[in-house]
């Protein structure tokens, strides 16, 4: 597979993760010293354990992830995408801009979120 | 206006200049000692010279930017857009995502843009 195109397959399986995969299983996407900064202007947490961590917070939820659009250009990948997550009483919709980069073995290095209050909805069930 | 409003009118100011404006009116919504990596994995350019340069190569094309999406976090903005460039002979549209920093001006710091060969395309006229 060429580099673009392990990107985007590795794009793909994040976003299939988040939708049912374990925070263990995002985070081993992730490089061990991969920096994540969601949302943008937000702590960046470093490291793989970190990451973990806070993908926890996602865990167990009933959510999906959809790709709307995505651009590769060198080692570095955005997508729009909606994560939308059913709890009891709500649907909560949001779709953010991510920016990835990637090692030679598409490891994601760095993350970094770009959405803010006006890109989530939330809707009583 | 708030900041983020402030990045928003930025972006719609930067589409609009593509389309109308000269390499220097471009330029000049740069801060001086900006960056910009168009595409991803490219030479960098530094300092509002060499990016007035690279926008001279659009200079006098009839040419128009679409917004497409648009997100806003902190001081960096992600958009998609479309730019449609007409010569004689042809139709060359383009679809990347930039991710733009700004201070606190709304001067662009630096640009970088994220698309490859699969988000041209070209027809005859």
């Known amino acids: 597979m ?46 793989r354990t970190a990451i973990e961590e806070f993908y926890g917070a996602l865990s167990g939820a009933d959510c999906d992830a959809e790709l709307l659009t995505l651009r590769v250009s060198g080692n570095t990948a955005a997508f729009g995408f909606r994560v939308t997550t059913r709890t009891p009483d709500q649907v909560i919709v949001v779709e953010p801009i991510d920016i990835m980069t990637f090692d030679d073995d598409a490891q994601i290095t760095s993350m970094r979120a770009i959405w803010g209050p006006d890109d989530l909805t939330i809707k009583n069930r």
């Open 2 to 47: 060429n580099p673009n195109d392990l990107i985007r397959s590795r794009v793909l399986q994040y976003l299939s993760a988040i939708g049912a995969g374990t925070a263990a299983d995002i985070a081993a996407l992730y490089a061990d010293d991969a920096t994540v900064e969601d949302p943008v202007g937000s702590d960046i947490r470093a490291g």
